[in-house]
DNA sequence: ATTACTATACCGTCCGGTCGGCACAGAAAA
DNA sequence: TTTTCTGTGCCGACCGGACGGTATAGTAAT
């Protein structure tokens, strides 16, 4: 099977490494990360496998990737939403869970199906405990210990929850959830 | 290699299908449910493989029968704490808490291990997701809507997150959490 | 003989990784 | 200009090992 080369594929820039990227997260969140092979990444990428062992010289180095990918992507959500915001005394803590609590984004899906292939490898974890290890004191800012932990714990929870798909709570309680969390984040401290 | 048949271990009763089961947990627990296949269960067991697929026909009924023994064991964690508690209005939701918020528990090591694996598959989640639907109400009764919705997500965002190694608190934080969801859960509404 | 269970050997498949080589684009040499 | 060399990007065949699953022979107790 002689394959033409693709017009725009030349030596042109490093546009290929990116696709293949595209091409695993497109994977993951379709099939799980378990059908994630180099030769899928290769096929979905329009690229042989060789091709991908050239850029990826292994699939931790793949995966090492797509977690830093994933990790600066939800970093950048969460800077968006608190541009957004007016400044006040629990931006971050209030742009974190308008970033978390949202449709869920097409990095949450490949955040979430990631994360059973990379919990089981300390190497592959440790970026994304470095991640979680930072942003609790960012979100932290200005707002008491005990409540940005609150907050943060339970939209967190939430959001595993969903990724999980076993949120049991129906869209109208989802909603209250939503509020509640707003309205935590943003002073009143009274819980019904 | 010729095994001696280890004594007790007869066509006697206690099957040694729980055997199997424990060994399997010991696998997940130790190495990931990565590396849970039926060649090191059957070793772990101390038993052939050939043993293992005569009381577990697939793979997958060994994981359904491990979902299956964790669920059951986290509904009985639960009672085993209301049973020690005064009854409250909210007795329930402060079992739920405490049988949560403890030193992760053997059970706890084995569903975060499983979960990785377990995630993927929309069949075997089903046990699962229907775990947490019934929870919710139980954990509800005779709390606000919000409040019991709060102390179940921030709960289980604590629980996920420690058993993925990603929570950032420290043991006197980690502390202070669990008093602030015990007040929350037992009455106060007040969030500092 | 039947039942309950164990042990071993084997098969097909899949997957990560290796390897030799091709095509092409400059740069260097002629 | 033409030729030669070199590096980059990519191809695709192949290997070795692991794993799920099958088949079958055997043992011990009822």
């Given at each position: 099977m002689t394959k033409t080369r693709r017009p725009g594929q030349g030596p042109g820039r490093p546009s290929s490494r990116d696709a293949m990227l595209d091409a695993a997260e497109a994977i993951v969140v379709a099939h799980g990360a378990v059908r994630l092979t180099l030769d899928a990444v290769a096929r979905e990428a329009g690229v042989s496998k060789g091709g991908v062992m050239y850029h990826f010289p292994?699939?931790?180095?793949?995966?090492?990737?797509?977690?830093?990918?994933?990790?600066?992507?939800?970093?950048?959500?969460?800077?968006?939403q608190a541009d957004k915001l007016p400044d006040a005394p629990a931006r971050a803590l209030h742009a974190y869970v308008r970033a978390s609590i949202n449709d869920p984004l097409h990095n949450d899906r490949v955040s979430g199906a990631l994360l059973s292939v990379v919990a089981s490898d300390p190497k592959l974890m440790a970026p994304v405990r470095d991640f979680f290890r930072k942003r609790l004191p960012a979100i932290s800012e200005g707002v008491p210990f005990e409540?940005?932990?609150?907050?943060?714990?339970?939209?967190?929870g939430l959001?595993?929850?969903?990724?999980?798909?076993?949120?049991?709570?129906?869209?109208?309680?989802?909603?209250?959830?939503?509020?509640?969390?707003?309205?935590l984040a943003t002073g009143g401290g009274q819980v019904p």
């Open positions: 292994s699939k931790n180095a793949l995966l090492e990737a797509l977690v830093s990918r994933a990790v600066e992507r939800s970093h950048a959500a969460r800077e968006a409540r940005a932990a609150l907050v943060h714990l339970a939209t967190e959001w595993l929850m969903e990724l999980f798909r076993v949120s049991p709570f129906t869209r109208a309680q989802r909603a209250r959830i939503k509020d509640l969390l707003t309205r």
